[in-house]
């Protein structure tokens, strides 16, 4: 079975969302993001996403789907799955994680997966036997959230870090860990 890597940002106190959304705004991160999710060493090959349908459903629609991706969108609602699914399908649905990562494993496609998540499910996947590295932005602030994750980072082995950098009055850095 296929590794993947989780990818968020949080604040200085592992807090990462307010109301239903992201609790700041960096574009430099949005191109960070897409940077990670979207490169490959195999031209021939795309990267998934694997994202809950809350996270789906908070992207705006102008960016939906995330392009030059796999979208793997998990919902326990739904009745039918695209298991099966072609190889140039670019938004496919799935009611748990591991039909999604069963799937994606069967593609030759597909080079990197990444879980783009939910703050009350980064928890398992964090600590999931195939996780191989998190990308994570870390924000020097608190921003008073309402969603927290629990990162251990005694657990993982910081490969990176970047300078911090700032924008609009925000320090923030990336780093890379590795399971």
């Given at each position: ?12 106190k ?99 997966i990444?879980v ?54 925000i ?9």
């Amino acid at each position: 079975m296929k590794k993947f890597s989780v990818i968020l940002a949080m604040d200085d106190k592992n807090w990462i969302w307010i109301k239903n959304e992201l609790a700041w705004k960096i574009n430099a991160d949005m191109k960070y993001f897409k940077d990670i999710t979207t490169k490959n060493e195999d031209l021939g090959k795309l990267n998934a996403v694997i994202i809950w349908r809350r996270t789906w459903e908070s992207i705006p629609s102008k960016f939906k789907p995330l392009s030059d991706r796999i979208n793997c969108i998990i919902s326990k609602k739904l009745h039918t799955e695209s298991l099966n699914s072609k190889i140039d399908d670019f938004v496919l649905h799935f009611n748990t994680f591991e039909h999604a990562l069963e799937e994606l494993d069967r593609k030759e496609n597909v080079e990197n997966i990444f879980v783009i998540w939910w703050t009350s499910v980064y928890n398992i996947w964090l600590a999931h036997p195939l996780v191989d590295k998190v990308y994570l932005t870390e924000v020097d602030w608190d921003f008073g959230s309402d969603r927290f994750v629990e990162f251990d980072r005694s657990k993982f082995k910081l490969l990176s870090q970047w300078d911090w950098q700032e924008e609009n009055g925000i320090k923030f850095r990336f780093m890379v860990y590795e399971k």
